[in-house]
Structures are given as C-alpha cells and as structure tokens.
C-alpha cells in the first residue's frame, strides 16, 4: 500500500492528504435540512449529513489528491450510524483509486491489538469466510504500550500489505507535557526514542523504497520534524498541523527527503470547511465543494513552492 | 458514577470487574453453530454468537459483581455488526445494575477528543435531539497526547457524571519501554509523571471521597502499583492482568487503600473462558455461564483473603 500512496502521490503531484473530518458545524444547511427531513433528527440523519457532505467533497478532489484520511472520533460521536457512514466513506474513497488513511489511533496489546488491527487493516475469520470490517488502507496507532502493543499491528501489515503511521510527535500544543521529556544518560527527549523504535519496526516491513510503517509528526514543530526525518529514513511523515492549526509550508521542508518524497501533509477544516473562510466565501454555502477544491489547489501550490525552492 | 462504582463494590463486596472481551475461540461450538444457522458465516453471525455467549454470562455472574469492562477491540472486528453487540452488551449490562467501563482506550485532541468522548460517555446533539451513541458509564483513555487530550473528556465526566481511567503504567511485559523511562532531575519513571498528571485531573473532578478520574496500572508490576496508589490517592485504580497475565492476589493488595476500596480488579478470560481450564472442565462447554459463576466466587475468595490478611 505504500506504493500505491507513492504512485498516487508521483501522479497528482501532490504530497498532501485530506482530513475528512465532518463536524456538524462544517455541513451546509441545505444538506443537513434535506437528511433530516428523510431521517428525522436523529443519529441516522446526523450520518447521512456527513455522508452527503463527504461524498461532495471527495467527488469535487479526489483527482487532485493521492489520500484522504477520515478521522474515525467525528464518525464515532453518532454511534453505530456513523460508523456506518465512516465505513461508507472509506469505501467510496477507496473506489475513487484514493489512499484511504483510517485515524483511528488505535492501541492496546497482544490479541487486543491484533483485533483493531484486523478491524481496521485486515479480514476476520468467520467460520470458513475472511471477512473485511472496515477495509482502510493505513491506520494511525499510538505507541504508549511498547512494542506489545504494536508488532500486532505489524503482522497484519506485513500480511494485508497496509500500513501504520505510528504517533511520535504530535502537532498540539501539550504534546511536550510526556513526549518531549528527557530520557536516558544523553538527555534526549522520549519522541526520539520513540522515533528509533519506529525506524526499527520500519525495516521489518519495507516496501521498494520506503517502508509501510510510518510516523505521525506535527507540522508545528518543524525543528524535531527535522531531526525526525533523519531518525526514520525509511517512513512516511504523516504531518498533521498545517493551515488551521498553525503550521506553515516554509516550515514543512525539511519533513520531506532529497527524493520529494517521504512526507504527506494534512488538511482538514482548511480544506472541506473552505468556503467557512473568508479567502472562499464567494462561493457560496451551496458550492462549499468548490471551494474545497481550490483551496486543495492553493495548498498543492503553497507546498510544492516551497519544495521547489528548497 | 464513580459514586455507583463504590455502592455497587460495597453491596457485592467484590472489588473486581468481568472483562467481557469474547474472542470467538471462547465461544462454546453450540452458540456458534446456532448463530451461524441464523445468520450465516457472516459478520452479523459472529456478533449473534459474540452477544449470546455474553448475555449468558452476564446472566450467570451479574448478582456477584459490581461491573463489567467489554473490551471495545474484540467487537470492531466484526465491523458494524460487531459494534452493535458491543452496543446491546453496555444497555444490557446497565439495565442489569452494572457499572459499564468501556475499555477503549482512545485518545486524541481537541474537538476530536471531544467527539470520543461524547461517543462514548455524553450525549450528541442532532438539531433540537441530545442522543447517546454508546452509553459507557467508564472509558480507558490514552496519555500520550497530554492535557489536549484528557481535558476535554474530563469537561464531559463533569457534565455527564461520567469516569476515566486513564492509562498510566500498563500490564504488559514491553509496557517499561516508553513508560519506565527516566525522566528529569530526579531521575523518576515517566509513568509517575502521568500518574501525578491523573492526581492533578482528578482532584478537579471530584466525587464524595473518590475522583470520577481513575488509572490503570497492571497487577505485574505491584512495586509500581504501590508507589501510584500514593501518588493518587484519590484516584481508583483499575487493576489489569491478574490471572491470566500472571498477577497474583497477593501482589493486589498494595493497590488498595486503608479504606478497603480505591482499586477493582479485572479478568477476562479468567471469568468468561474458565470451562476452558481444567480446573472447571467438569463443568462442561455446555454450562459454560455457570464456570464463569465459579470462577468469580473463586476469585471473590481470593482476593478478599489477602484484603482480610494484610
């Protein structure tokens, strides 16, 4: 699967990913009226919302873009009908040819860990059947656990070819409160620590050129994204934090290798709540996909300038 | 509803909690083959099976003991259905008098915490409605993003009267590797900073003597336990690997307070898959629920012994 993110990436020649991570909030009105009067104001209908903002907005990119990556908490928060529009969206990104990224951050141990892994990246054995769950591509996984907890992620991986972008350095603003702590006789923080086991779980599943196991690390800390990118020469860098959260192209750099590959940058409310802003409020609440694809074009620009003049 | 949690540990006098986390190799055949005939070889089948044999269980042990913990990984792998099963285990388990711990262990940031937790322990609000998803009364969270992404559970505990536990040194054996590290002047362990972290969020969400923030810290490491009993003593503890994993109740008791009350200790397979030990194999496959009834009493006994004898 790392390869296909790499054609996909090679082919748009875009490194970028798009969150869709559908906040009531961000749907138009038009579109939650018309799901409501169909399933009333109800966990159905909140789902159906979401599915219909979705689809628009991945019919309207999914040719500029390699990857999306649903953030599975805003699906979850609506119960079994929003898993059900979770599970919908990523299939129908997946037949849009689209890298679909599951951020599950999932994580615990041993046959726990083996069952998320099974439910987000593999087949379950029913009976005589091999059975898809919920089919992603990727999934995010958190390392608090130790190696326990992620070697079984790692063996569906290897067996599914699917990858993980494993949580390293997170874009928010308390993400020093443990990860940043300093470890060890050489005083270095715990995230790099974390970042070499990530480099050694990579060389276990290698792909061509780059392996399937990668890490999370935040656009809004671009120094250690830097000496990150030395630590795991082998992953992908799933950069969360551009646009709303803070993080800058300039800063984005140096999480990239010599090759112009190597990371892929997240947007989410910058992109599917666009038209929310006031650069594309000439859209209109109705063409709210529209907008989202131009600002999927104004980021593929923003980056790929800073790329080129590197 | 940690005020529940104490009723219900004192009208049972059983500081444990049955880990519902129903692999299907713990399914007795003729549960499955009945699910199976029903529903077919499908995902909807393997949750009928999953449901039946913890409906039987729940059925068998729910006079005997204060709570129950289904282990939300052990569902999502059969997809949607298998999240609907997790969804009738937590409304059964409550319309039987159980505090329900959803152990689910996620974890994120802002609004994205935010919507895990509304999944999981609040209400969502669809137009004029205020639904709820899943309906936990407890869920396990994840550190490693910090502040970010516990405080916005906690603001949802408050509104709700709902718990954490939150993970802090874990019953694995790779758990040392990120949460033993040492850390600072002091040279401690990090898993004692994130337990003084849980006093801290603990002592902001008080119940009448215990927090509605509690911790997991694994019975394998009772010197650990024993230190984090002190560094939270407001905080429950809940109690994992003991049996199965290897923790002994003598190892249990330090996690206690002098009060008798601030742990409960978890088995899963212990509990749901005992006619599988030789030691309740006279029971037969099919009394499978009443080997689970032993070995709660069984258990009951045994760690009440050393409460008794300390």
Chains 1, 2 share one sequence.
């Not at 990523?90 to 040819?97: A, F, I, P």
């Not at 089919?135 to 130790?146: Q, S």
Request: with cysteine; proline share 5%.
């Amino acid at each position: 699967m790392i390869q296909k993110l790499i054609t996909n990436i090679k082919k748009t020649n875009a490194p970028i990913v798009v969150g869709l991570d559908p906040m009531m909030g961000f749907v138009p009105e038009n579109i939650t009226k018309k799901a409501f009067e169909e399933y009333g104001e109800t966990l159905e209908g909140a789902a159906e919302a979401v599915w219909q903002f979705n689809k628009a907005i991945v019919d309207s990119t999914y040719d500029l873009i390699p990857a999306v990556k649903p953030q599975i908490a805003m699906y979850e928060q609506f119960g079994i009908p929003g898993l059900l529009a979770f599970k919908k969206t990523v299939d129908y990104c997946r037949e849009k040819g689209l890298v679909v990224i599951g951020d599950v951050k999932r994580g615990d141990i041993g046959s726990t860990s083996a069952a998320y892994a099974v439910a987000h990246l593999g087949r379950v054995k029913v009976g005589g059947n091999l059975l898809t769950p919920f089919g992603e591509d990727f999934a995010t996984v958190n390392p608090y656990l130790g190696s326990d907890g992620i070697k079984p992620f790692i063996d569906v991986c290897k067996e599914e070819k699917k990858g993980l972008f494993i949580l390293v350095k997170t874009s928010n603003p308390s993400s020093g409160e443990f990860q940043d702590q300093l470890i060890g006789q050489d005083k270095r923080p715990l995230y790099e620590l974390v970042g070499e086991k990530v480099a050694q779980w990579a060389e276990s599943c290698m792909g061509e050129t780059y392996s399937y196991i990668g890490a999370v690390v935040g656009a809004t800390y671009p120094e250690m994204g830097k000496v990150l990118r030395r630590v795991m020469p082998k992953s992908f860098i799933l950069v969360p934090g551009y646009g709303a959260q803070g993080g800058k192209a300039e800063d984005l750099v140096h999480y990239f290798n010599e090759d112009g590959l190597g990371a892929i940058v997240n947007s989410s409310r910058g992109i599917i709540a666009a038209y929310k802003q006031e650069k594309y409020a000439s859209f209109g609440q109705e063409n709210f996909a529209d907008a989202s694809r131009q600002a999927v074009l104004d980021m593929i620009e923003d980056i790929n300038h800073v790329l080129e003049n590197r």
